[in-house]
């Protein structure tokens, strides 16, 4: 099984922060979450007259990859909706290769609330004091669901 992602350019991000707003419209986000921020780096001066400043969209746990339109062939809300068109939906396979010969991109590989997959996590005496596991699993999300979007055999693990 693939797993998917989202490919964005950074470089010619404008942080219109339209991919924010399209992602909450189309899930219903109330205000305070989102299912992909636009952070800021920047400006800051690296030499006299030149700056560091680069815009950069990050999904979050709540980005389900649009799980209802990929799987009717439809690309995510907020790539459909990119102003400047830098955001590319694929598999992972896919979008490796087009980081190559391209700098300031960056590929992510969201994970759909880790939490209701997996379960809390809880201290596990046995393996140190910094280490923890997922003790349950919930049923809040459908296996179909979390296959679509995770794409890895833990899908298989966690249901
Ligand atoms: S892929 Fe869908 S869920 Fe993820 S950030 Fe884009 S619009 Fe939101
Ligand atoms: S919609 Fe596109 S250009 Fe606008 S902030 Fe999001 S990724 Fe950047």
Redesign the pocket.
């Known amino acids: 099984m693939a797993t998917y992602g989202l490919l964005?350019d950074y470089e010619y991000?404008?942080?219109?922060?339209?991919?924010?707003v399209t992602c909450k419209e189309e899930h219903d986000y109330p205000v305070g979450k989102w299912g992909i921020r636009?952070f800021d780096d920047g400006p800051w001066e690296i030499e006299p007259r030149r700056f560091n400043f680069n815009?950069i969209?990050v999904p979050t746990d709540l980005c389900d990859l649009c799980t209802e339109r990929t799987a009717v062939g439809r690309e995510p809300m907020?790539v459909h909706?990119?102003?400047?068109n830098?955001?590319t939906y694929g598999t992972v396979e896919e979008l490796a290769k087009k980081l190559d010969g391209k700098t300031k991109q960056v590929l992510w590989v969201p994970q759909f609330k880790p939490y209701e997959a997996k379960g809390p996590f809880a201290h596990d005496p046995s393996k140190g004091l910094r280490k923890a596991q997922h003790l349950q699993v919930s049923e809040n999300v459908s296996a179909e669901r979390m296959a679509a979007q995770r794409g890895d055999k833990r899908v298989e693990e966690i249901h």
Not at 13 to 20: L, N
Not at 81 to 84: I, S
């Open positions: 964005i991000c404008t942080g219109c922060q339209v991919c924010e636009v815009k969209p907020c909706h990119c102003l400047a830098v955001m």
